[in-house]
């Protein structure tokens, strides 16, 4: 089953303990993307990635780090979570780029609560 | 970036036709407009995705005017399981450049 899976999908942490969130997809997509879901603000993107060791920043990129070393992985990083990083994570991917966008998968997101 | 405004909420019963307009004055030329729909606790799924005039599929249709300064998500005959956000998405995808915006989604309510 085509699907992009995230984990964990809750996870409650403390003030600046590292913590990543792991995206797989199964779909040989070459774009992935990490949004952030915030009541009243709709989705922000974070960062994005266009293909293997190309990641690019998107709306509100501050605070986080991301890597695409495997065309399947796009983990989500936080050095050291803040509370205002609490929130709702959505990782994306879609075939690719050209000329027409292709229409984006989600994952069903990861629950992030930073006390 | 295209900016883009949808209604906050939108009432409806089951079996009419419902019209989600998102605005997006500054949309650029080599822009598409996308719709998802999403439902608690799940990530947003993919509607429908058009560049101009009309685009229909078996779920719904997507109205762009000559303009392109806004587009209509048209859902005929809504049932209760309709009931979710739905978010317009405008931008481009090339490669080394993204300027995807989400709107902040309409949270549409289907009642019996």
């Known amino acids: 089953e085509a699907q992009v899976t995230q984990n964990p999908r809750y996870l409650i942490t403390v003030t600046g303990k590292k913590l990543t969130v792991t995206c797989s997809q199964n779909m040989n997509h070459e774009y992935m993307s990490w949004y952030r879901q915030d009541p009243g603000l709709g989705l922000r993107q974070i960062y994005y990635?266009?293909?293997?060791?190309?990641?690019d920043k998107g709306d509100v990129p501050e605070g986080y780090k991301v890597s695409r070393k495997e065309k399947r992985n796009f983990p989500l990083i936080l050095e050291s979570p803040s509370p205002n990083q609490t929130s709702l994570y959505f990782c994306?991917?879609?075939?690719?780029?050209?000329?027409?966008?292709?229409?984006?998968?989600f994952g069903d997101g990861t629950r992030l609560s930073i006390l | 970036l295209a900016k883009t405004t949808q209604p906050i909420s939108m009432d409806s019963y089951e079996g009419q036709e419902v019209n989600i307009t998102c605005s997006h004055n500054?949309?650029?030329?080599?822009?598409?407009i996308t719709w998802y729909q999403q439902f608690p606790s799940q990530g947003p799924r993919f509607i429908i995705q058009?560049?101009?005039t009309k685009v229909t599929n078996e779920v719904a249709s997507l109205f762009i005017p000559a303009d392109r300064k806004s587009s209509t998500l048209s859902l005929p005959r809504v049932s209760l399981s309709d009931t979710a956000v739905y978010y317009c998405l405008v931008g481009t995808l090339r490669v080394g450049y993204s300027t995807l915006t989400f709107g902040k989604g309409t949270m549409l309510l289907v009642s019996p």
């Open positions: 990635s266009m293909n293997v060791e190309v990641t």
């Open positions: 994306a991917s879609s075939t690719g780029t050209g000329t027409i966008n292709q229409p984006q998968h």
């Open positions: 500054n949309i650029a030329t080599n822009d598409y």
């Open positions: 058009g560049y101009k």
